[in-house]
């Protein structure tokens, strides 16, 4: 079993449609959260970040952490063309050296 | 200027050849790694340190070798390409400590195919 299970998708949506995009993770010592935004031909940039259980809003991204379901989920809202890119999720525990990533999920946005 | 950059971009070698990835980065960070990503694999790490006299293995070090010359570069070697090292090579920097430092900061990618 993998450490963190991402559905690759692809997911293709409408202009303005809200979007879901969710992880399973093993670990339960997995304490940071993270979502990366992959462009074509680009590396990853950091979206989001969360610590521990809870929600997180910037913009017209929310992030989610239930820890007791080993889930987490990015929510964007009012989504937008360029917003198509591979979203990542990864994850560490307090103690370790290793980033764990989902395998990302390619999301198209249709104007 | 990019805080993370990789050369080269794109690389196109034979089965047996040596080749060098380079990383440099502006962002001061002590920790640096090199991932390769395949599709369907995502991310797998390939070797990580946390300052100049510090080298570790990742998951899949096997066929790969690095050295860290200073604090701001770390380079990647794959001693005899092989087909299945055809990937894209991601360098990456991080912060020591707790909270948004552990996250990890991303090169633009290297491009690789072994013929």
């Known amino acids: 079993q993998k450490e963190v299970e991402q559905d690759p998708g692809p997911l293709s949506v409408p202009e303005g449609a809200i979007v879901s995009l969710n992880c399973t993770y093993s670990n339960s010592a997995f304490q940071y959260f993270m979502w990366y935004r992959q462009y074509s031909r680009k590396g990853p940039e950091l979206l989001m970040y969360t610590y521990s259980s809870g929600n997180k809003e910037d913009g017209r991204f929310t992030a989610q952490v239930d820890k007791s379901s080993k889930y987490i989920s990015l929510f964007i809202r009012d989504s937008q063309p360029s917003d198509s890119a591979t979203y990542l999720c990864a994850m560490r525990a307090n103690t370790g050296n290793q980033f764990y990533f989902g395998t990302g999920t390619s999301l198209t946005v249709i104007p | 200027d990019a805080d993370v950059t990789q050369t080269p971009r794109n690389r196109i070698t034979k089965t047996g050849k040596r080749i060098m990835l380079e990383c440099s980065q502006t962002?001061?960070?002590?920790?640096m790694y090199w991932y390769r990503q395949d599709p369907g694999l995502g991310l797998r790490l390939i070797y990580y340190?946390?300052?100049?006299?510090?080298?570790n293995k990742g998951e899949i070090s096997d066929g790969y070798s690095v050295s860290r010359q200073a604090q701001a570069k770390f380079s990647l070697s794959l001693e005899s390409a092989i087909p299945n090292q055809t990937a894209l090579y991601f360098c990456?920097?991080?912060?020591?400590?707790?909270?948004?430092?552990?996250?990890?900061?991303f090169g633009p990618g290297t491009r690789l195919l072994v013929l």
């Open positions: 340190s946390f300052d100049v006299k510090d080298i």
């Open positions: 962002k001061g960070h002590d920790r």
């Open positions: 990456a920097t991080s912060l020591p400590g707790t909270g948004l430092g552990e996250t990890q900061y």
